[in-house]
C-alpha cells in the first residue's frame, strides 16, 4: 500500500515538473518566435542572397563564392571598411573619456539636482537616431545652423560641413559621443559606487592627490568594465547608420559613408543585394568577433 502511494506522489510529482516546463516553454515562445523570424531567418536568407547575383527584382543565379572574391578585391570595400575603422578609433576613445568624465561627475549623491543631470546626459538614447541626426543636422546645417548663425553674427566665417570632408567626419562623431554617451555613464557610475570609500580615504590620508587615486586606485577597478565599455561602443560604431545617414548622408561623397552606408546603397541604390549581402556576412564575422572578445573578457572579469 505504501509503495503504491509513493509511486502516485511521484507520478503528480512529475506531472507538475512537466507542467512547469511547458508554461515556462509558453512563456518563453514569443521571444524564440521573435528571435527565430526577425534574426535567424534574415540571416539564413542573407547567407544564400550572398551567394547569388541577386537585384532586388527577378534576378537571382546561384553565382557561388564569387560575390566574396569580388569583394576582396574591391577598393571600394576597403575604403569604406578603413573609414569606418578610423571613425571606431577616433570615437571610441573620446565617447570612453566623456562618458567617464560624466560618471566621476555624476556619481556623487551630494550635487545638488544629480539627477535632473543624470537624465539630461541620459536623455539622447531616449531618442531615435533619425531624430539625433536632424537635431545635429540643424546644428551644424551650412546654410541655417545654428553654428554657422552664430559664427556669421560674430563676424567669422562661416564652416563649410556639408563640403568639407573633414568637418563632416567631425560633425558624425560628435553627433555619435552625444548619443552614446548616457548608457555608458550609467555603466561606470554602478561601477564607481562600488569602489571602496575607505580605500579612497586611507589613500587620501596617505597623502595622495586626486590624481594619484584616480590613477592608482579608481581606474584599475574600472578596468573590467572599461574593457566591456570598449568593446560595446566598438560594435556599437561599425553598425552606425540612421544617425549618420540624416546627418550627412554619407557625405560630402564617401566621406562619411561608413559600413552600414555601403550595404545600403549597395543593396537598395545600385540593386546589388547578393554583393552588398556578401558584404553583409563579412561585417557581421567581424562583429561576431568583437561580441565573442566581449564575452571573454566579463567572463574574466566576473572570475
Same mark, same amino acid.
Given at each position: 500500500?505504501?509503495?503504491k502511494? #509513493?509511486?502516485?506522489?511521484? !507520478?503528480?510529482k ?9 508554461w515556462?516553454f ?5 521571444? *524564440?518566435?521573435f528571435?527565430l *523570424? ?6 539564413i536568407?542573407?547567407v544564400?542572397y550572398?551567394?547569388?547575383n541577386?537585384n532586388g ?9 564569387? #560575390? ?5 578585391q574591391? %577598393? ?5 571598411l578603413?573609414?569606418?575603422v ?18 566621476m561627475l555624476l %556619481? %556623487?549623491?551630494k ?9 539630461l ?13 536632424l537635431?545635429w543636422r540643424w ?7 545654428l553654428?554657422n548663425?552664430l559664427?556669421d553674427?560674430a563676424?567669422?566665417?562661416q ?9 563632416a567626419?567631425i ?8 548619443s552614446?554617451?548616457?548608457? #555608458?555613464?550609467?555603466?561606470f557610475i554602478g561601477a ?9 580615504e ?6 595622495a #592627490?586626486?590624481?594619484?587615486?584616480f590613477?592608482?586606485i579608481t ?11 570598449i568593446?560595446? %561602443? ?7 547608420f ?9 557625405g560630402?561623397g564617401? !566621406?562619411t ?6 550595404i ?6 545600385r ?10 556576412m563579412?561585417?557581421?564575422? *567581424?562583429?561576431?568577433?568583437?561580441s565573442?572578445v566581449?564575452t ?7 572570475d
Amino acid at each position: 500500500m505504501m509503495k503504491k502511494m #509513493n509511486e502516485a506522489a511521484v !507520478a503528480r510529482k512529475g506531472k507538475g515538473f512537466d507542467t512547469r516546463q511547458a508554461w515556462a516553454f509558453a512563456f518563453c515562445l514569443p521571444n *524564440i518566435l521573435f528571435f527565430l *523570424i526577425f534574426f535567424v531567418a534574415p540571416a539564413i536568407v542573407g547567407v544564400w542572397y550572398s551567394l547569388t547575383n541577386y537585384n532586388g527584382f527577378k534576378q537571382m543565379d546561384f553565382v557561388g563564392l564569387d #560575390n566574396y572574391i569580388r569583394l576582396f578585391q574591391d %577598393s571600394d570595400f576597403y575604403s569604406t571598411l578603413w573609414r569606418t575603422v578610423l571613425y571606431s578609433v577616433v570615437s571610441v576613445p573620446i565617447g570612453y573619456i566623456v562618458s567617464l568624465g560624466f560618471g566621476m561627475l555624476l %556619481s %556623487s549623491e551630494k550635487i545638488k539636482g544629480i539627477t535632473i543631470l543624470r537624465i539630461l546626459i541620459y536623455w539622447p538614447i531616449l531618442l531615435s537616431t533619425i531624430m539625433v541626426g536632424l537635431t545635429w543636422r540643424w546644428i551644424f546645417g551650412e546654410s541655417f545652423g545654428l553654428i554657422n548663425f552664430l559664427l556669421d553674427s560674430a563676424g567669422l566665417p562661416q564652416i563649410h560641413w556639408a563640403t568639407d570632408s573633414t568637418a563632416a567626419f567631425i560633425t558624425t562623431i560628435i553627433a555619435g559621443t552625444w548619443s552614446g554617451c548616457g548608457t #555608458n555613464m550609467l555603466i561606470f557610475i554602478g561601477a564607481l559606487k562600488q569602489i571602496s570609500t575607505e580605500l579612497v580615504e586611507a589613500a587620501t590620508l596617505d597623502g595622495a #592627490n586626486k590624481w594619484q587615486v584616480f590613477w592608482n586606485i579608481t581606474l584599475p577597478h574600472l578596468k573590467p568594465v572599461s574593457f566591456m565599455v570598449i568593446i560595446l %561602443s566598438i560594435i556599437g560604431s561599425f553598425k552606425v547608420f540612421a544617425m549618420v545617414q540624416t546627418l550627412t548622408n554619407g557625405g560630402p561623397g564617401t !566621406a562619411t559613408t561608413y559600413m552600414i552606408q555601403y550595404i545600403y546603397t549597395t543593396g537598395f541604390t545600385r540593386n546589388r543585394v547578393g554583393y552588398a549581402s556578401a558584404v553583409s556576412m563579412v561585417l557581421f564575422v *567581424i562583429l561576431l568577433i568583437l561580441s565573442f572578445v566581449q564575452t571573454k573578457i566579463s567572463d574574466k572579469a566576473s572570475d
